[in-house]
C-alpha cells in the first residue's frame, strides 16, 4: 500500500486552511483525513487542525487488528462527535473563534474493506478499472439543488453558492457524519481532496491523472499545478491511497 498527501496555499489566499493526516495503522491498514477549515483568518486554521488531531487521535487509540466493519463504522461515528465536541468548545473560548467549523471526510482501510466517513462538501474518490466515483456526498447547498433536479452537476461547478455547505464539524453541538461501506479489490485507489481541487477539476481529469499520470508519487503534485494553472482561489489538499 502506497499513500501521499499534499496541501498548498493556492493562489489567493494568505493562509492555509486545510489540513490533512495519514496514519499507518498496520501492514494493510491506515487512516487518511483530510479537513477543510471555515469561520475567517483567524479561526479556520485552527477548526481543520483541531479536528484532524481529534479525529486521527481517537481512531488510532481505539484500532485493533481485531476491527471488524461494523466496529470500524463505530469507530469512525464516535471519532466524528469527538472532534465535532472539540472543534464546538473551542468556538466558545472567544469571539476570535466563533462560528468557526470544518469538513471533515476519512477513509479507514483495512484488509480487505474500507470505510469512509464525511461532513461537509471535501470528497474521497475510488478509481479502479470500472473509472471513477464519488463515494461521498457533499453536505452542500448546490448539491441539493441538484438533486431537486433544479441545476446540473455541471451547473454546480460554477454556481455562485457553490460553497455554501449545509453541514460542518464545530458549528453545532452534534454533527451527523455519513458513513461509506467499502468493499476492496485489487489495485484500487483513493483519493480524498478538499473543494480547492475538487472545483477546478473534472472528475474524468483526476481518473486520467490518478491512471495515466507518470509515477504515483508525483500524482498530488500534477492535480496541484492544473489547480494553479486554472487560478487556485483556494487551498489545494489531496490525499492519494494506492492498495
Not at 174 to 203: H, M, P, T, W, Y
Amino acid at each position: 500500500m502506497e499513500v501521499y498527501g499534499l496541501t498548498d496555499l493556492g493562489l489567493v489566499r494568505k493562509q492555509n486552511q486545510d489540513d490533512f493526516r495519514i496514519l499507518q495503522l498496520g501492514e494493510k491498514s491506515l487512516l487518511a483525513v483530510v479537513c477543510d477549515g471555515m469561520g475567517g483568518a483567524k479561526s479556520g486554521n485552527v477548526a481543520s487542525k483541531l479536528a484532524s488531531d481529534v479525529f486521527s487521535s481517537e481512531v488510532e487509540r481505539s484500532f485493533t487488528p481485531e476491527l471488524t466493519l461494523e466496529k470500524a463504522e463505530a469507530v469512525l461515528r464516535e471519532a466524528c462527535s469527538l472532534a465535532n465536541q472539540a472543534v464546538y468548545e473551542h468556538s466558545q473560548l472567544s469571539e476570535d473563534f466563533a462560528g468557526m467549523g470544518t469538513t471533515l471526510v476519512a477513509i479507514l482501510i483495512k484488509d480487505d474493506f474500507a470505510v469512509a466517513a464525511n461532513v461537509g462538501d471535501s470528497r474521497v474518490y475510488r478509481i479502479n478499472e470500472d473509472g471513477i466515483s464519488c463515494v461521498s456526498k457533499d453536505h452542500s447547498l448546490v448539491e441539493m439543488m441538484v438533486q431537486r433536479g433544479e441545476i446540473s452537476k455541471e451547473q454546480a461547478r460554477t454556481h455562485p453558492q457553490k460553497n455554501l455547505i449545509t453541514r460542518a464539524v464545530g458549528t453545532e453541538r452534534a454533527v451527523e457524519c455519513d458513513i461509506f461501506r467499502l468493499e476492496l479489490s485489487k489495485d484500487e485507489q483513493f483519493l480524498l481532496c478538499s473543494d480547492g481541487l475538487s472545483n477546478l477539476l473534472a472528475d474524468q481529469e483526476i481518473l486520467f491523472e490518478v491512471l495515466h499520470g507518470t509515477k504515483k508519487s508525483d500524482c498530488c503534485k500534477r492535480l496541484l499545478q492544473i489547480a494553479k494553472d486554472r487560478g487556485a482561489p483556494d487551498n489545494v489538499t489531496s490525499v492519494l491511497v494506492c492498495l
